[in-house]
């Protein structure tokens, strides 16, 4: 496709941790040039302390987004929380908070937020959520052409989203070109190079200022 973006924002991610774990993380992620942090929402885990020592020593810019996979359950239950966490200005999205389907509940919480709210791309149909205001931006992820099909979608309607392909930097560096080539792919990527031993680039991807230049 035709380049619109020369870098494009990545995102370091982690699965839910104890909340001395996750401060840790956001500082190596902050040190590693990241400015987003993206991790999930358990109910095993205390959040207002994981996000509360997280933000001590995290600049403002810097961007934590909470995937709840739909563990707060309804609008009434998910409404008190997010308005809590809404306080610490790192806090930028939640994804998934409650059911997909549950398209009034999720219109509650996006109405009752400041954080954004994001949505698996396909559930409910962007038909869907465009008429009722359902979301503030997708998770896209698939083959080639269902990356392109949903990014092209999500430039016609102006609505962000960050790519959520998974892997070593291969897979990273593959992502890159999408976000290249995607207008709309403006929120921060989730690949997870930084969880393997070797990335297996020759070149590793560098992230600077939350961004990663787009390789030849």
Known sequence: ???????????WWNIDTPAVDMASECQT?????????K???R??????EQVELSVRNLPEEFKID?????????????IPICQDLDKYPQIDIYESPIPQGDVAGNVAIRRATRAN??????????GVVLREGVCDGFVVGGGASSVMAQGRFCGQVKMPFWLQLVGTGLTAAYSVHFGAVLRQ???PAVNCPQLYLDDLL???????????SVPN
């Open 185 to 187: 792919a403006i929120w």
């Open 117 to 126: 709210i994001a949505l698996h791309y396909g559930t409910p149909s962007p």
């Open 202 to 212: 020759n070149r590793p991807l560098r992230v600077n200022n939350g961004h990663a």
């Open 29 to 37: 992620a902050l040190k590693a040039g990241y400015l987003s942090y």
């Open 66 to 78: 909470m995937d709840f996979n739909s563990t707060l359950r309804d609008a009434r239950r998910a």
């Open 39 to 41: 991790t999930k929402g």
């Open 43 to 48: 109910p095993w885990f205390d959040v207002w």
């Open 1 to 11: 496709g035709l380049k619109v973006h020369d870098t494009t924002p990545l995102s």
